[in-house]
């Protein structure tokens, strides 16, 4: 079984910065793309930034210039550096993995989630 745990959430101010982490547990190969999705309440969940097992990086045009998605592969980790942070940014943040689990079996998982709230 893989777990996802993020951290890292929390209140701040409008212009503030937070980071997020996320790390996987468990027994597999690897782990090839990885995201964050957030979902505001009353709203979809949607699409912040994705970067893939090479490094290729894709964002949210309402976070580009703002937040910044890496990951350690060494540690099965995957971060988001959010800055000038906006009150509309305030969502639940989820980490999203495709983890290789044999030569051909790949699994999708997600994380609990964690809150991040910016007070304006």
């Known amino acids: 079984q893989v777990q996802l745990v993020e951290s890292g959430g929390g209140l701040v101010q409008a212009g503030g910065s937070l980071r997020l982490s996320c790390a996987a547990s468990?027994?597999?190969?690897?782990?090839?793309?990885i995201g964050w999705y957030r979902q505001a309440p009353g709203k979809q969940r949607e699409r912040v930034a994705t970067?893939?097992?090479?490094?290729?990086?894709s964002y949210a045009d309402s976070v580009k210039g703002r937040f910044t998605i890496s990951r350690d592969n060494a540690k099965n980790t995957m971060y988001l550096q959010m800055n000038s942070l906006k009150p509309e940014d305030t969502a639940v943040y989820y980490c999203?993995?495709?983890?290789?689990?044999?030569?051909?079996?790949?699994?999708?998982?997600w994380g609990q989630g964690t809150q991040v709230t910016v007070s304006s």
């Open positions: 970067i893939s097992s090479g490094g290729s990086t």
């Open positions: 999203n993995a495709e983890v290789r689990l044999g030569l051909v079996r790949i699994e999708n998982y």
């Open positions: 468990g027994s597999f190969l690897s782990i090839n793309a």
